[in-house]
């Protein structure tokens, strides 16, 4: 089962950001925060993914709690190309190979 | 660079029958990861394939069985097709270097079985 939680759906005017939260209250201290997004029956595709500190790259910033219990994805101009269903996952590097998929959010942005 | 590559795309087959599909990775990957996308669902890990053997496997009957090649592209068969095995299969490619790098997903072969 997945150890992530998210809110089924969310809305977004193009352009503005897109904040995407997450929860992962059982989570452990060798465990990955990973994002990957779906477009529309294509392949889910790799975005960004952390340990503990906030990470950024070209496609978006990932901020963690300090408590590491929650975590929040962060488009920062959202356009309608970032319309998919985005999952977050947890996984231990070092150990397991597989990723495990919850429901993810369902991330609509507007014109 | 080339990314993850799967064949064929689609394809149908009827109850019964059985099927092979197939996985190149991404360039520099060592690595294959299967897995089964339902309708409405998130991806479902099959299994993974590092140094030509399997490392790990999800919860899925012994009618699934895959194979590595030495070039580490893989292919994942099915036998005694039933309707229920209708989905998305994705590969996914990574490198493993004392961990477990990030997974690239393909774009995924669907399968229609009738």
């Known amino acids: 089962d997945a150890k992530t939680t998210q809110p089924t759906s969310m809305d977004c005017a193009e352009g503005r950001a897109a904040n995407l939260p997450c929860n992962h209250s059982?989570?452990?201290?060798?465990?990955?925060v990973y994002w990957y997004r779906q477009i529309h029956s294509q392949g889910p595709q790799y975005i960004i993914h952390?340990?503990?500190n906030n990470e950024t790259n070209e496609m978006a910033s990932l901020i963690i709690t300090e408590d590491r219990k929650s975590s929040t994805l962060i488009l920062p101009h959202a356009t309608l190309r970032d319309t998919a269903v985005y999952y977050c996952i947890v996984r231990n590097e070092g150990g397991s190979e597989k990723l495990v998929f919850g429901k993810g959010t369902k991330l609509t942005v507007n014109p | 660079d080339a990314g993850v590559t799967q064949s064929p795309t689609h394809l149908i087959k009827t109850r019964g029958q059985q099927v092979t599909l197939r996985c190149s990775p991404k360039s520099g990957h060592d690595t294959v990861s299967w897995y089964q996308q339902a309708l409405g669902q998130g991806p479902q890990f099959i299994f993974q394939?590092?140094?030509?053997?399997?490392?790990q496997r999800g919860n899925f009957p012994d009618r699934f069985s895959g194979h590595q090649f030495p070039n580490y592209s893989s292919e994942l068969n099915v036998n005694a097709l039933l309707l229920g095995d209708s989905a998305l299969y994705l590969c996914?490619?990574?490198?493993?270097?004392?961990?477990?790098?990030?997974?690239?997903f393909g774009p995924g072969t669907r399968l229609t079985v009738t």
């Open positions: 996914a490619s990574s490198f493993y270097d004392r961990i477990w790098h990030e997974q690239y």
């Open positions: 059982t989570i452990s201290g060798n465990e990955y």
């Open positions: 952390g340990l503990k």
């Open positions: 394939y590092y140094e030509e053997e399997e490392r």
